[in-house]
């Protein structure tokens, strides 16, 4: 039977798709490639297409048998999705009711979701445990809430079981270089800082350093892109063995400022990285941190990826060989 990665030639869901393949597993990856890369995706097992199509989504049913849904196609960008709300409620939410719908005419009852730490808007307390309230501050968090709360009633009507991901901050990329990060434009911290130590950026500029934090940056948890690959793997497996649904965290729970980060990427990369400061990005909170213990006792989750030092390097591995991003390979 194959699974389905919807979104599978994106940054996190490519290297969902390279670690279930080295499982052994059969995939199919639909990506529209409007944000993803094909050269992300062994060759083969890309269909071009968008998960709002309801012909597209019935070919692929039609075809293959398939046994459970991965679904990361999204738009992701907190700041953009402030600014067009609908295009947000169009592709994240109305994209997952028609990949939902396709799964019941066709009886596929096994869905992973993609979803994030913004479903919880301002923390109330750090660590984040999955019963804290969610109360997002943005359209891009909403919607992923939405599809979390339309998955707790397909399972009510349907049976159709899912696990939902929340992550805290994907970082890192995978351990032979051959694929990674490449967003654009680019808007997360690793990447960006990464680009000022090639030499493709000037400076970093730091988004506010008066927060109520150590240094006055912002505390995030980083987690490496290869840990949330192989949570995806061990929530399948829980969908294969359990008959309930969940939601996970997904982090290291331990948090680094934005400073932090900088000083370990100068280390990594031996370059000066310099940084300013601006103002402050509206909708940033002062600290996300995880409490990941629920994935760790239930699904065995196990983060190989623990330190920022590593994690870094691994980014910087691939930057460093594809500078230009996957317009070079
Ligand atoms: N930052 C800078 N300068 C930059 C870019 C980022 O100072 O040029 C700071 C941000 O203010 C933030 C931290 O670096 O404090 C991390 O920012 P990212 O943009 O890398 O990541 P976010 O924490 O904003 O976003 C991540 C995920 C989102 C998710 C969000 C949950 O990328 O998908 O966490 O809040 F929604």
């Known amino acids: 039977m194959t699974i389905l990665v919807t979104g599978g030639a994106g940054y996190i869901g490519s290297h969902t798709v390279t670690d279930l393949l080295d499982y052994d597993e059969e995939v199919i990856v639909l990506d529209n490639l409007q944000k993803g ?3 992300a995706v062994p060759p083969g097992i890309l269909m071009r297409g968008d998960v709002r199509d309801p012909e597209t989504l019935h070919e692929i049913f039609a075809n293959y048998e398939i046994e459970a849904v991965i679904h990361f196609a999204a738009d992701s960008l907190v700041g953009e ?3 067009e709300p609908l295009k947000y409620y169009d592709n994240n939410v109305i994209g997952a009711q028609r990949l939902l719908s396709a799964m019941q005419k066709h009886g596929v009852r096994k869905f992973v979701l993609s979803s994030t730490a913004a479903a919880y808007g301002e923390p109330q307390r750090v660590p984040i445990e999955e019963s804290d309230q969610t109360v997002p501050t943005n359209p891009y968090g909403e919607t992923k809430l939405a599809i979390e709360k339309m998955l707790h009633w397909c399972d009510a009507a349907y049976g ?3 696990v939902a991901l929340r992550y805290f901050n994907a970082a890192g990329a995978h351990p032979s270089g051959k694929i ?3 967003h654009q ?7 960006i800082v990464l680009q000022v130590a090639l030499g493709q950026r000037e400076a970093i500029d730091i988004f506010g350093d008066d927060y109520p934090t150590t240094d006055g940056t912002c505390i995030r948890d980083y987690i490496h892109v290869m840990d949330l690959a192989q949570a995806h793997r061990l929530a399948l497996h829980y969908l294969r063995r359990n008959n309930s649904s969940r939601v996970y965290n997904l982090g290291n729970g331990q948090g680094f400022s934005v400073k932090e980060v900088i000083a370990q990427a ?3 990369t031996g370059q000066a990285i310099p940084w300013l400061v601006s103002a402050r990005r509206p909708g940033d909170p002062a600290v996300l941190v995880a409490s990941a213990a629920r994935a760790q006792a239930e699904l065995g989750w196990c983060p190989a990826y623990t330190g920022l030092q590593e994690i870094i390097a691994t980014a910087w591995n691939w ?3 594809h500078p230009q991003g996957f317009a070079g390979v």
């Open 37 to 39: 890369h094909a050269q």
């Open 81 to 83: 999705s402030a600014q």
């Open 160 to 162: 159709l079981k899912s």
């Open 180 to 182: 990674g990060e490449d």
């Open 185 to 191: 434009p680019e808007s997360h911290l690793i990447p």
């Open 266 to 268: 100068r280390e990594v």
């Open 319 to 321: 930057h460093k060989h």
